[in-house]
């Protein structure tokens, strides 16, 4: 190799940089090696269209109390849990109070 050439990237180095690239858009030798590579383009194209799909499945609003109250339940049954009055609020504040009693029931404690 002349002093004026530079290597090629392979694929198997592209892709072990490949989170490097998400993060920062990449060099050019990266880029090049983008251009020349169809399954290197088909992969990011894959991999972006993935990050995409994923970013639609995070919910809009949080469940609604029913689903703390089957949670609660199904922990109960389980035995995982001691069963509470059923007259206490639903939602963030009662799977707190779930978790703590798992914990409690394990025997470790949060200090």
Not at 86 to 110: F, H, L, M, P, W
Request: charged share 30%; proline share 5%.
């Amino acid at each position: 190799m002349s002093g004026g050439e530079r290597k090629k990237m392979t694929c198997a180095e592209f892709q072990e940089v490949l989170p490097y690239i998400f993060e920062s858009g990449g060099h050019a030798t990266e880029m090049e090696h983008l251009k020349s590579c169809p399954i290197c383009t088909d992969l990011v194209q894959d991999l972006r269209y993935i990050a995409d799909q994923a970013k639609l499945l995070l919910p809009l609003r949080d469940p609604s109390p029913k689903v703390w109250d089957n949670i609660q339940d199904s922990l109960e049954r389980e035995g995982l849990v001691r069963p509470q009055a059923k007259a206490q609020s639903a939602g963030k504040k009662k799977v707190a109070e779930v978790g703590n009693q798992v914990i409690e029931s394990s025997g470790d404690r949060v200090k």
